[in-house]
């Protein structure tokens, strides 16, 4: 119904940065919220940052100033910039869209594969 396809993950190290990219495509009518959520070996997964169709914006307080969400809302497609990488931002990051679906209008949450982000010390 939704996929979400993420690229831009890999490795890098302590101070570069890496960009992530997140396309969503299916039967969708409208997309609200986009976000970026990671998950790191034995903890469980968090809220990186999200944005609106409307664009308001809301950041993890570990990733205040060093990341930067974006989204292209003809493309379907959210951003992650991210800057200053930490060995602690080490995750897999998970994409996350909340749609509703063309034709049946139902709302649902949809989540992309996962790219692994690895920052060396």
């Known amino acids: 119904q939704v996929q979400l396809v993420e690229s831009g993950g890999g490795l890098v190290q302590a101070g570069g940065s890496l960009r992530l990219s997140c396309a969503a495509s299916?039967?969708?009518?409208?997309?609200?919220?986009m976000g970026w959520y990671r998950q790191a070996p034995g903890k469980q997964r968090e809220l990186v940052a999200a944005?609106?169709?409307?664009?308001?914006?809301n950041y993890a307080d570990s990733v205040k100033g060093r990341f930067t969400i974006s989204r292209d809302n003809a493309k379907n497609t959210v951003y992650l910039q991210m800057n200053s990488l930490k060995p602690e931002d080490t995750a897999v990051y998970y994409c996350?869209?909340?749609?509703?679906?063309?034709?049946?209008?139902?709302?649902?949450?949809?989540w992309g594969q996962g790219t692994q982000v690895t920052v060396s010390s």
């Open positions: 944005i609106t169709s409307g664009g308001s914006i």
């Open positions: 996350s869209a909340h749609a509703v679906l063309a034709g049946s209008l139902l709302r649902g949450d949809y």
């Open positions: 299916g039967s969708i009518f409208s997309i609200n919220a």
